[in-house]
């Protein structure tokens, strides 16, 4: 059975931990892989090794960081097509939503890679009589990014290329159900010519987890899980005394007004909630009318069309059409949706589309579910409340924006929105009362380009920076801000006691 390694101090190490965890290929069913669950002393040296490569790259100049994170990036572009072809193997999406995936983390190195200018700081001349001041951002240290099942590219690209280039060293401890990539990344991070122990993999559970959440060799933790885990991963973290950005689960509302195109919003919610198999923290899992007419005319648009959904393999058959979605991760996972339909069915919430029990042929043992669409959901209901990560769409009917907004806004999760309608007004006001951290007029999933941050509100994110982009880059370094005056030897200085000033 092939195994995956750990990577420490630049190359790939067995782990000695006896804990082997099996990895699937969701569209079959079958072992594929396993990996081990590191040792304490494996997760140590991991942070031993990064910590000790710290001070040579820390005053590395951010000028050659940037050329290596540069040369990273065209060994990504090469490799594109294998890195997506491995995607698809251990996480079930379909190729095309790989590529997507890879082209999103790819995005970030690239704004990576200007951090000569994004390291600048700031100066003020004569900011007092004969006074300058400036100030510094510099690196913190060994830096930790844990990441989930979902994006086993993008989501750690949201983080190392931009703490690499600030200066820090990086562990990063993915999901264990598809970690093959990882290990990609950080060979081509080398071959790119990151010295050995700027970037490490460690393989683990929660034990891991909270090794590296402790360790007071480590400054910043960065997490992308379930909003329990999050909460818990911001509340450890901070405790030990370190930077922490935590981001959890989400209930994304889509407000779909009277004078929205029915058409062009069911394409929209179709591809936003059913696409990656619903297994994204930004697919809109909720669409919100303001009244039945709406809701009737978009019910009657989605229907035949969640219907007509094609699943399968993530790659499809020489000759044959790519499917519109894969498989879901894992059996458990599979379980858990399936559980959520049936909870939405005895809660009342109207079935329209049963994706229940559906397996594509030839496919039998792999972990399908089919499009699932429910009407007349309310607030009420689990299937409102919780995160169901999986292909499940539910229409709300409010009777007026006043109960849409207020749906919207009471929800424990903020972590992105969309409005459709052709009322710039009415999108504005929207924009600007919603209570959630990324907001789409017309665009169902707005996560934000890379020199903008991505960031939920409420319990869909812990933390007061968000990922990437220039919060990005406050996270990875701390400001040093120093005050210049020279002496005038023709001024005799004298004592001062009381709170200077300038």
Same mark, same amino acid.
């Given at each position: 059975?092939? %195994?995956v390694y750990?990577? &420490?101090n630049g190359?790939q @190490?067995?782990?000695?931990g $006896?804990?082997?965890w099996?990895i699937?290929n969701?569209?079959?069913g079958?072992q ?5 669950m590191?040792t304490?002393?494996?997760v ?5 090794v990064?910590?000790?490569a710290?001070p ?13 994170i540069?040369?990273?990036?065209e ?6 097509d294998?890195l997506?072809r491995?995607i698809?193997e ?9 590529i ?11 704004f990576a890679c200007? &951090? ?5 700081g700031?100066f003020s001349e004569?900011a +007092?009589? +004969?006074i ?6 510099q ?7 844990? $990441?989930?099942? !979902?994006?086993?590219?993008m989501?750690?690209m949201?983080m190392?290329p931009?703490?690499l280039?600030?200066? !820090?060293t ?11 990539l990882s290990?990609?990344l ?6 790119a010519?990151l010295p050995?122990g700027v970037? !490490?993999?460690?393989h683990?559970?929660r034990n891991?987890n909270e ?6 060799? @480590?400054?910043?933790v960065?997490?992308v ?10 509340k450890?973290?901070?405790e ?14 889509a407000?779909?007004?009277p004078d929205?195109?029915?058409? $062009? $919003? ?5 591809g936003?909630?059913f ?8 697919? /809109?899992?909720?669409?919100v009318?303001?009244d039945?007419a709406?809701?009737?005319?978009l ?8 219907e007509? /959904?094609r699943?399968?393999?993530g ?5 044959e059409?790519?499917m519109d979605?894969?498989?879901?991760i894992?059996?458990?996972?599979l379980n858990?949706?399936?559980?959520y339909?049936?909870k939405?069915v ?5 079935? /329209?589309?049963?994706?229940? +029990?559906k ?6 043992d792999?972990?399908?579910?089919? =499009? ?5 959901v %309310?607030s009420d209901? @689990?299937?409102y409340?919780e995160?169901i990560?999986?292909?499940v769409?539910?229409?709300v009917?409010?009777?007026?924006i006043?109960e ?5 806004n009471?929800h424990?999760?903020?972590?992105g929105?969309? &409005?459709f ?9 929207f924009?600007y009362?919603?209570?959630a951290g990324?907001v ?7 996560v934000?380009?890379a020199?903008h941050?991505?960031? =939920?509100?409420k319990h869909?994110a812990?933390?007061?920076?968000n @990922?990437?982009?220039?919060?990005g880059?406050?996270f990875?370094?701390k400001m040093?801000t ?9 001024v +005799? !200085? ?5 709170m200077?000033? /300038?």
């Amino acid at each position: 059975m092939e %195994t995956v390694y750990n990577f &420490i101090n630049g190359k790939q @190490v067995a782990s000695k931990g $006896t804990k082997a965890w099996p990895i699937y290929n969701p569209a079959t069913g079958q072992q594929i892989r396993q990996v081990f669950m590191s040792t304490a002393d494996e997760v140590n040296e991991a942070i031993e090794v990064a910590e000790k490569a710290f001070p040579t790259w820390s005053r590395t100049s951010p000028l050659r960081r940037a050329r290596i994170i540069f040369k990273f990036k065209e060994l990504l572009e090469r490799e594109f097509d294998s890195l997506a072809r491995l995607i698809t193997e251990e996480h079930g999406k379909v190729y095309s939503d790989s590529i997507g995936e890879l082209t999103r983390g790819l995005e970030v190195v690239e704004f990576a890679c200007g &951090i000569p200018h994004l390291l600048k700081g700031e100066f003020s001349e004569q900011a +007092g009589r +004969g006074i300058d001041i400036h100030s510094t951002m510099q690196p913190l240290g060994v830096t930790v990014g844990i $990441t989930p099942f !979902n994006f086993p590219a993008m989501v750690p690209m949201w983080m190392f290329p931009v703490a690499l280039a600030c200066g !820090n060293t990086f562990i990063l401890k993915p999901a264990k159900t598809d970690p093959s990539l990882s290990i990609r990344l950080a060979e081509l991070l080398k071959e790119a010519g990151l010295p050995d122990g700027v970037f !490490n993999v460690v393989h683990g559970d929660r034990n891991d987890n909270e090794i590296l959440l402790r360790d007071p060799r @480590v400054k910043a933790v960065s997490f992308v899980g379930s909003t329990t885990a999050a909460a818990h991963v911001h509340k450890v973290g901070s405790e030990f005394g370190k930077r922490v950005q935590a981001l959890g689960a989400a209930k994304n509302h889509a407000l779909v007004m009277p004078d929205a195109n029915i058409e $062009t $919003t069911s394409n929209a919610l179709l591809g936003a909630a059913f696409g990656a198999a619903g297994e994204r923290c930004m697919a /809109l899992a909720l669409a919100v009318t303001i009244d039945d007419a709406t809701a009737d005319k978009l019910v009657a648009a989605l229907k035949p069309k969640v219907e007509a /959904l094609r699943y399968g393999p993530g790659i499809p058959k020489e000759g044959e059409k790519e499917m519109d979605f894969g498989p879901l991760i894992s059996q458990q996972h599979l379980n858990n949706v399936t559980g959520y339909i049936d909870k939405g069915v005895e809660e009342g919430a109207t079935l /329209l589309v049963d994706g229940r +029990g559906k397996k594509p042929q030839g496919y039998e043992d792999g972990y399908f579910i089919g =499009g699932t669409l429910f009407d007349n959901v %309310t607030s009420d209901m @689990v299937i409102y409340k919780e995160e169901i990560f999986g292909p499940v769409l539910g229409i709300v009917r409010a009777k007026n924006i006043e109960e849409a907004m207020k749906l919207i806004n009471e929800h424990p999760y903020g972590n992105g929105t969309a &409005i459709f309608t052709h009322d710039g007004g009415a999108a504005r006001e929207f924009a600007y009362q919603v209570q959630a951290g990324m907001v789409g007029i017309n665009v169902p999933i707005p996560v934000p380009m890379a020199f903008h941050c991505f960031g =939920g509100w409420k319990h869909s994110a812990y933390g007061a920076l968000n @990922v990437y982009g220039p919060d990005g880059v406050r996270f990875y370094t701390k400001m040093k801000t120093v005050t210049t005056r020279w002496p005038d030897h023709q001024v +005799g !200085n004298q004592a001062a006691f009381s709170m200077p000033t /300038l």
